[in-house]
């Protein structure tokens, strides 16, 4: 029998690799563990509004559109709604694939655009088609400013 014992380590084991690596939270970046528990409440929960803010936060960009799929799923399989606060043009970008390819309703998706106003935060809804397509213009040229940065 095993001893008994309240200390325990996490360790993660990426399948990649043939024989499967273990690995330490110490031994991988700072954004797993910020995003472990996202994906575990996401996935734990039902019928639940998760709120989460900047899950891009110290984690790769591939990743960052990852995030977007974890959420589409939850949402489909579990009945999650999430509500994100994000600057990840990514998750974002992600999200819109999703509507495109059917997996995620147009009308499930809001996106919210919240700039500084005169008499305090203004609110914008950046509806979404079925094709994934801003049906509305970004506010302030959040979107243009990485084509004038291409430029």
Do not use: M
């Amino acid at each position: 029998k095993g001893v008994r014992s309240d200390i325990y380590e996490v360790r993660l084991r990426d399948q990649r690799q043939s024989g499967g690596v273990e690995v330490s939270f110490n031994d991988v970046g700072f954004g797993l563990s910020q995003l472990l528990p996202l994906i575990v409440q996401s996935v734990a929960s039902r019928n639940a509004t998760v709120t989460i803010e900047q899950p891009e936060v110290h984690i790769h960009p591939r990743l960052q559109a990852e995030v977007g799929d974890l959420l589409v799923a939850c949402h489909n399989e579990n009945n999650n709604q999430f509500l994100v606060e994000t600057h990840s043009e990514h998750l974002i970008l992600r999200l819109r694939r999703l509507v495109r390819e059917g997996k995620l309703k147009p009308e499930d998706l809001c996106v919210l655009y919240v700039s500084r106003g005169k008499r305090g935060s203004v609110v914008d809804r950046i509806r979404i088609d079925e094709r994934g397509d801003f049906l509305d213009e970004w506010p302030g040229g959040v979107v243009p400013e990485r084509l004038n940065e291409l430029l």
